[in-house]
């Protein structure tokens, strides 16, 4: 005898829920690549930091501004990538017919995508950091904390709507969809401001950080975790962080809808598309 | 219910097939290509169907010219009806290529029909999707599982997808699998370490725990060793007299066909050629085989010209 949960939300969020169990019982499965992804983030990590180590003086404020750039955008991109991505792997391993055929909202699915993201990405931003911090004597006395976890959940809004906008590129096309997400994501990088200041990009690039979430993401951090700015000061930078979520992710849903249509239409949920 | 499970009424699907075309390669060319298919997602909005009109170019020149490379329209299902009723087995036979799957996909909601409708208890499969969805599952030739996780992790997934309670779902997962002759130590490894016709097994339990009222069986026996084939086809009748469940199969084997089906539809080239019950479709052919019985290949030779094995070696235009 079929026992259900019944219809409606508790429903809908067991199906969520059962997408970041899935998800989680495959990186247990994977555990030794996650291992070594994880070491090679940490290293580049640290390497990065140490670049300001060279520098006497000014070494401390240096290092936790590349640290800060370095772990944000660690944790910003695991989200876009889990979530443009997620189209992909399901194809990879052959059950994006299955899943879609599931009779669970379009939204259900993608909130379970991005619930895994920010669960995973915390958890490595974490691991990180840990190991970060043995190398190097990161002086936080000043940071505003709270301020910098509020800029980091208003960011996190902002970069899943991208990511769901992208993650309709690889129901596009399969192989060209997948490689167009990693262009995206480097030109995010590039133009954010990650490990230097958008002044210093050449005078056509410098326009184009504005459109990037993560430029206003990095400004706000590093003023509160290094400048220790209170709240009430960064609240420009979050307000637009939150606007870009409220925007983004919406449209970010809309174009997935005229996607997965496309695909239904010609035919490309199939394994290979 | 009183009307049919399963009602299909005109249903065709074509496609468009890129020919010879060279690949083009770099960014300008990856740019270009997601743009333009960016733009056929929306004008397939705004209008009909941009991917699937007839606009293509045609091939090859009356005068014996080369061949125009470029894409060509390939009707996969051309203008199909059929009804299924409640509780029958219902064959659809025909070699790879001839939009059986494509068929199966439809009905699954997979695919949307370029014309006429496909009903499902009275729901209409564009209009009423989710609906449909739970009204139905597909078994596919393909194992469609995360494989580095164990058939028991797959299940209880499948379970909480389609608002099922995971700890009874695994319950009523095991006894499937026990009658499929799966032992459940098996069932807590990874996939990957299973054979094809163990897979196959998971495959069929996953889908039975819904207790669909429309089961989709595509070529569920492909690729099986004979055992695997004969508790698989057991299941299917045991499935269908304790249950009432309507299941529609697709198959390229016969003899499978005749032993399950209530009634069978003989596709070739996207058309039923032929639909009546596998006695009756043997009655349609006149000159009997010498020194053997008659089988349901003998039927298909007859109806369409072709000997199934040949048309096994066609690259399929899509499926």
New interface residues.
């Given amino acids: 005898m ?6 409606g939300f508790g ?1 809908e969020f ?2 969520s ?3 970041v ?2 998800n989680f ?2 990186v247990r ?2 555990l030794s690549w996650e291992v070594v992804f994880l070491f090679y983030t940490i290293v580049n990590t640290v390497t990065i930091g140490l670049i300001a180590v060279e520098r006497p003086g000014e070494a401390n404020q240096r290092v936790l501004y590349l640290i800060v750039g370095a772990l944000l955008w660690g944790f910003l991109s695991v989200l876009f990538m889990e979530v443009s991505n997620s189209i992909s792997w399901e194809r990879w ?3 994006i ?9 379009r939204l259900t699915y993608l909130g379970g995508v991005c619930l895994f993201a920010i669960a995973y990405g915390v958890v490595r931003t974490v691991l990180i950091l840990g190991a970060v911090s043995v190398f190097f004597d990161i002086d936080l006395g000043g940071a505003n904390l709270l301020g910098g976890l509020v800029v980091l959940v208003a960011s996190s809004l902002s970069f899943i709507g991208l990511g769901l906008m992208a993650a ?2 690889p129901l ?2 399969t192989e ?2 997948a ?2 997400t990693n ?1 995206l994501q480097g030109f995010i990088l590039l133009i954010s401001g990650v490990y230097y200041d958008v002044s210093v990009l050449p005078g056509w690039l410098q326009p184009l950080s504005v459109f990037s979430p993560a430029t206003y993401t990095l400004r706000a951090a590093r003023a509160a975790l290094l400048g220790g700015a209170p709240t009430s000061q960064l609240l420009p930078e979050i307000g637009l962080l939150l606007l870009c979520g409220v925007l983004l992710i919406p449209i970010g849903l809309f174009i997935f809808n ?2 997965e ?2 695909a ?4 490309k ?1 199939k ?1 290979s598309g | 219910m009183t009307g049919p499970a399963i009602s299909c009424h005109k249903v065709s699907k074509q ?1 468009i097939v890129k020919n010879g075309a060279k690949k083009r390669v770099g ?1 300008m060319a ?2 270009r ?2 743009v333009s ?2 733009g ?3 004008g ?2 705004l209008a009909a ?1 941009a ?2 009109s007839g606009s293509a170019t045609s091939q090859g020149g009356a005068d014996g010219s080369q061949p125009q490379k470029g894409p060509k329209v390939v009707k996969t299902v051309d203008d199909v009806s059929f009804q299924v009723q409640a509780g029958e087995i219902f064959g659809i036979l025909g070699p790879n290529g001839s939009g059986k799957s ?1 068929l199966i ?1 439809m009905m ?5 029909p370029d014309a006429g409708t496909i009903k499902v208890l009275d729901r209409d499969t564009v209009t009423e999707t ?2 449909v ?2 009204l ?3 078994v ?1 030739v ?8 164990s058939a028991m ?1 797959n299940l ?10 995971p700890k ?2 695994s319950r009523r997962a095991v006894e499937i699998l026990a009658r499929l002759g799966l032992e459940e130590d098996k069932i807590y490894g ?1 996939l990957e370490d299973l054979s094809r016709g163990m897979q196959q097994k998971v495959s069929i339990a996953r889908a039975l725990l ?2 669909p009222a429309v089961l989709l069986l595509d070529e569920p026996t492909t690729g099986l060793d004979p055992k695997s084939k004969k508790d698989v086809q057991d299941f299917v009748l045991e499935v269908r007299e304790q249950r009432g469940t309507t299941i529609i199969l697709t198959s390229h084997d016969m003899a499978e066909a005749e032993r399950l089906c209530h009634r069978v539809a003989i596709i070739d080239s996207g058309q039923f050629v032929a639909l009546d019950t596998p006695e009756g479709l043997k009655g349609m052919v006149t000159e009997e085989p010498v020194g053997r019985e008659m089988t349901l290949e003998d039927v298909f030779f007859s109806l369409t010209g072709k000997k199934l094995k040949d048309n096994e070696n066609t690259k399929a235009a ?1 499926s």
Avoid at chain 1, 97 to 105: R, V
Avoid at chain 2, 142 to 149: Q, R
Avoid at chain 2, 156 to 165: H, K
């Fill in positions: 079929r026992t259900d949960r019944g219809h429903r067991s199906a829920y059962g997408l169990e899935r019982s495959l499965r994977y391993e052959g059950t017919e299955y899943t879609f055929m599931a009779p669970i909202h309709v590129l596009l096309s060209k969809g490689q167009a262009i005229l996607g249509g496309y239904l239409r010609t035919g949920l394994r | 496609f960014a990856l740019l290509s997601v298919r960016l056929l997602m929306v397939g909005l169907d991917d699937s494509t996909r699954a909601t997979l695919l949307l989710k609906e969805r739970r139905i599952n597909r596919s393909e194992a469609s599982f995360f494989m580095k996780l992790e209880r997934y499948a379970a909480r997808l389609y608002g099922l309670e009874s779902a990874p819904t207790e899509a």
